[in-house]
Structures are given as C-alpha cells and as structure tokens.
C-alpha cells in the first residue's frame, strides 16, 4: 500500500494501529478510525496552507524577474551610452588600447 506517512512520521503509528485492529478482532478500530481521520483533516489543512503560500511565492518570483529584466535593460542602455561615448571620443576608455603612449 502506498503511504504518505513520511511527512506525517506521528500519524503513521495511528495507521498501523488502524491496520492491524481492522485485520483482527479488536474493536478499537472506531476510535482509531476517527485519529487516522483527523489526521487527514490536519494533513488536508497543511496542504490548503501550502498552496495559498505557492501562489505569494510565485507571485514574488514574477517581482523578482520584472526587476531582474529591467536591471537588465538597464545595463544594456549603459553599455550602449558608454560605447556612443567612446566613439565619439567623449569619454575615452581608461585602459583602451587606441590611447597613445605619449
């Protein structure tokens, strides 16, 4: 049988507990039917909790890439000023090999 129990280790005692009344005669398999239930509640809670928190993530991802792009953007516009700059003569390079050694 496939569990999940891993990211719930506290609940999985209740399962094997649930597993082995309902495979025997024990009659404690109400009550134990009702933890295994509640654990699903909790579980399903965490779940809801989790994609709400998914959707801010993503939402400060796509902040994160705006501001990633028009950084970009603005580098590139630097890079193309400096170089109209230099051409022109305007504000030669430091270390630009076209300077003469006088």
Request: net charge negative; glycine share 4%; with cysteine.
């Amino acid at each position: 049988m496939l569990r999940f129990w891993h990211e719930f280790p506290w609940e999985e005692e209740n399962y094997d507990q649930l597993d082995k009344a309902l495979a025997g005669t024990d009659q404690s398999w109400t009550a134990l039917t009702l933890k295994l239930c509640t654990a699903l509640e909790t579980g399903n809670k965490v779940v809801e909790f989790a994609s709400s928190h998914i959707g801010l993530l993503s939402e400060m991802v796509e902040k994160l890439e705006r501001i990633t792009k028009q950084r970009d953007s603005a580098i590139e516009a630097a890079k193309a000023i400096q170089g109209f700059l230099e051409q022109n003569e305007v504000f030669p390079r430091e270390n630009s090999f076209a300077q003469s050694d006088t």
